[in-house]
């Protein structure tokens, strides 16, 4: 019997309803437009507004509107295209100087009872917006070395504070860690120690030497925990650059893509994200580091370093500064470049953490009149040729900018001088960024230009747009009425594609549109089954209202099965794509989902208004 | 008012006469397209090779010698040039040559961008990309992966909803068509990138749908009439037949909107899937139902298998 539910109708109405509205920021123009932040505290006001229109105008750039958005207190320049944006960006920057932030992004006119109800547009992916992608690679085996490092010095410094004397704690190749005590009588207790302050680390002990082998399972979480720490660091970073919708993602066990939208030159970019600069705070060890390196006797607490500055006979000064970290960039909170107060210099003051601080005080209390050494440590990219292939390594560059004496104890806040203005400026933002936890190398890096990415927009809307339009004018010949409830239920499909993918926030980029326009080629099919079905049923001389029924029935099946396993390779292509290859899967997907209800469900709902009831049907229209 | 169509309902073609004549045909350019891919190997894209990609546009038509010889002068002697689409847009390919990581590709870009533009034909650069040839070394895992995923997914569920048999037929029926496809571009020499793995992928996803459509059909028919597979066969095939016309033509025409209209990064996507249509609604009717009736299925196979077991248990 050709009937259907009263309560069907209802979910049908609260769908369409649903979609309509999450679908409808998307139809408001997006402009390319200008955002204007104070960072001290400055004036966004009337006359800003002023000075930023005057300034574009006699930079020649045309603009839209400039408006003041008093509850994000920042000013909003709207401009006609993206092209002169980044022209745009530039001459305020120049204009505004230090006291704003200039940030690209894309404004649109949603009203916000839509934004009350979170209805977004989608966010544009770069190919259709132009911007910088990269892609970084984090270096694991200097993540791990990092932390066992610090875990071997968290061993040393357990011991003798619980006086057990150690000839040694080293750290093996295999990331096991190896103490070597004076007095194999201490070796239980010292065992004790370690395994309450580390409960999950196996120890095993042999005479007087105690080995720490830490498990492959705490190995992965350290490398990972490395990961997250650095996209943490990363996110504020780029905060930092004044881009309005940065996206900074983990992908994979050890790698972070970063992406900014609107951003035109890489290169500033590149030096803010992929600087790995920081600083040490190492205690001096006596002795003549000169004679230690001609006799070979290095004592076993120290290590050789070089001071910044080179000696009268035009040779690098070696310094001997203990193994042992007293703080480093990691537990700095806050840094800002200043100038000395007594000698005018540049540098940084720099604010622990209460953790370094508490060490700083310490070693400071212990230590006055004895000499404090700072290291600035710098990872610089290199690439050799060997053997006709080229090598990409790092070298890790570690200066002593300052030797000075302790005057008298000092804890969480200080100063550090020994470092150009630009230097200073640089460091301080990125201590207070944080520091990357591993190293990283650029491995992917594209540019997409402003022009490219609207013609792309373009070119993408016009293939759904064609592709759509024909699918409706071939159902409405061909089927009549039924190409009519068709008509509807593909128009409906798309309507509701767009809401979902608004409604999860995905990304929306051109293999995205090409995804959604194939949407369409499959919907079809579902489409085409149904009718066919009702047609076949009608040429066995079933009445019209079974006809319809028996159709829908036996099609419903045969969609299920044709549609699951075309699901099942949308999902694949999720699980293993990535960035263009995951947006054309997510449209796939959630297309094939909505194609489902709307073939099945909606058009019978139609179909039934249309022949329904106790109406004597004489004739379909099919 | 007699419904419009564009194919006579009720046609009796035998398609099954000819199932040895389509398998031959089916193995024959499988067999090609591998040859083809042995031989030719792929027109590897930036994102499986590494490299670096500058997209230009000029202001009026260049010469493609011209640009190419313009770069060996300025020291990038192994560039590739290609025009897309209009003579006036320029892709510049470069290898790595011994300067990787702390290169930038916008600076790579901006110096190519200087050596082939002349000063009555400026250039502007439109984008610029970078990328390692490790990135490369796993995508291209990924899709095998993605592609074991697929087919282990399909064995299961097809095998759960119709039969085995079924399942295997279909299966080798989608890989044929991947495996034309994939061929398809080595033949031609056409980019091979990540949106055509996409496109191929996607292609197994329409190429089974149909297949299933029809299968849907065979088991229906297995279960309703008295006929001989041959005869079961056939008549599915002609019951679709119009179905599978009609929504292989209105998927064509999608896909080559995206062709025409998507312009040149959505065109080696739109390619994989015009000729993944074109095959997967062919391979459906030539190439899935000569493999059913090949490895013997029969109307036992469809019958729920509770029955026969408690028949043999009835037995003494």
Known sequence: MLTYARWKYAVFLVVLLISALYALPNAFPQDPSIQVTATRGAPV??????????????????????????????????????????KAADTLRAQLGNDYVVALFLSTDVPDWLETIRAKPMFLGLDLQGGVHFLMQVDRAAALDKRVDGLADDIRTLLRDNEVVYD??????????????????????????????????????????????????????????????????????????????????????????????????????????????????????????????????????????????LGPDGKRIPVLLNKRLIASGDQVEDAQPISDQQTGLPAVS??????????????TSENVDKPMAVVFIERLPETRIVDGKEVRSFRVDEQVISVANVNEPFGRQFQTTGLSRQEANDLSKLLKAGSLAAPMDFIEESVVGPSLGAENVERGLRAVLYSFSFALIFFLFYYRV??????????????????????????????????????????????????????????????????????????????????????????????????????????????????MYTAVSVSRGLATLIYGGRRKVQTLWI | MKPFNVFPYGSTINFMRLRMVSLIVAGALMFAAIGAIAINGFNFALDFTGGIGVELRMDKPV???????????????????????????????????????????ASVGEQVRKAVASPDNPATLRSSAEISAQVGKELAINGIWALVFVVVGFLIYISFRFQAKFAAAAIITTLHDVVVVVGWFALTGHEFNLTVLAGVLSVMGYSINDTIVVFDRVRENFRTMRAEPTAVLNASINQTLSRTVITSFVAFLTVLALYLFGGESLRGMAEAQIVGIVLGTLSSIFVACPLLLWFGTTKQDLMPKARDEAELARRP
């Open chain 1, 45 to 86: 006001d009337e006359a800003l507004r002023k000075r930023v229109t005057d300034s574009l105008k006699t930079a020649g750039v045309p603009l839209k509107q400039a408006e003041l958005v008093p509850q994000k207190n920042s000013l909003v320049v709207r401009l006609p295209n993206a092209d002169v944006q980044v």
């Open chain 1, 168 to 309: 040694s704690v080293d750290r093996r190749p295999d990331n096991s860690i190896v103490a070597n005590l004076r007095n194999p009588a201490d070796a239980e207790k010292a065992r004790q120690l370690i395994a309450r302050s580390q409960p999950t680390l196996p120890l095993e002990v042999s005479g007087n030497t105690i080995v720490a082998r830490i498990p492959q399972v705490q190995l992965d979480a350290m490398a990972v925990d490395a990961v997250e720490q650095n996209v943490t660091t990363l996110r504020n970073r780029v905060n930092q650059l004044g881009v309005a919708e940065p996206i900074v993602q983990r992908q994979g066990s050890d790698r972070v893509v970063v992406e900014l939208p609107g951003v035109q030159d890489p290169g500033e970019a590149k030096r803010m994200i992929g600087a790995t600069a920081t600083l040490e705070y190492r205690a001096v060890v006596e002795g003549n580091a000169y004679d230690a390196i001609a006799s070979g006797s290095i004592p076993a607490q120290a290590r050789v370093y070089y001071r910044r500055e």
């Open chain 1, 350 to 363: 720099v604010r622990l953490n209460s953790a370094g601080g508490q060490r700083m005080f310490d070693f």
């Open chain 1, 482 to 595: 039924f190409g009519l409830i068709t008509c509807i239920a593909l128009m409906l499909n798309l309507l509701m594609v767009v809401a979902v993918m608004s409604m999860f926030g995905a990304t929306l980029s051109l293999p995205g549109l090409a995804g959604i326009a194939l949407t369409v080629g499959m919907s079809v099919d579902a489409n085409v089954l149904i009718n066919e079905r009702i047609r076949e049923e009608l040429r066995m001389g079933l009445p019209p209202q079974t006809a319809i029924s028996e159709g829908y029935k036996h099609a419903a099946g045969t969609i299920a099965d044709a549609n699951l396993t075309a699901i099942l390779a949308g999902v694949a292509l999720y699980a293993f794509g990535t960035g263009p290859v995951k947006g054309f899967a997510v449209a796939l997907i959630v297309g094939i989902l909505t194609s």
């Open chain 2, 63 to 105: 010469d493609i010698e011209v640009a190419r010889d313009r770069l060996a002068k300025a020291g990038y002697s192994h560039a590739q040039v290609q025009t897309l689409g209009a003579g006036t847009d320029l892709l510049v390919r470069l290898q790595h040559e011994g300067k990787g990581g702390a290169e930038q590709a």
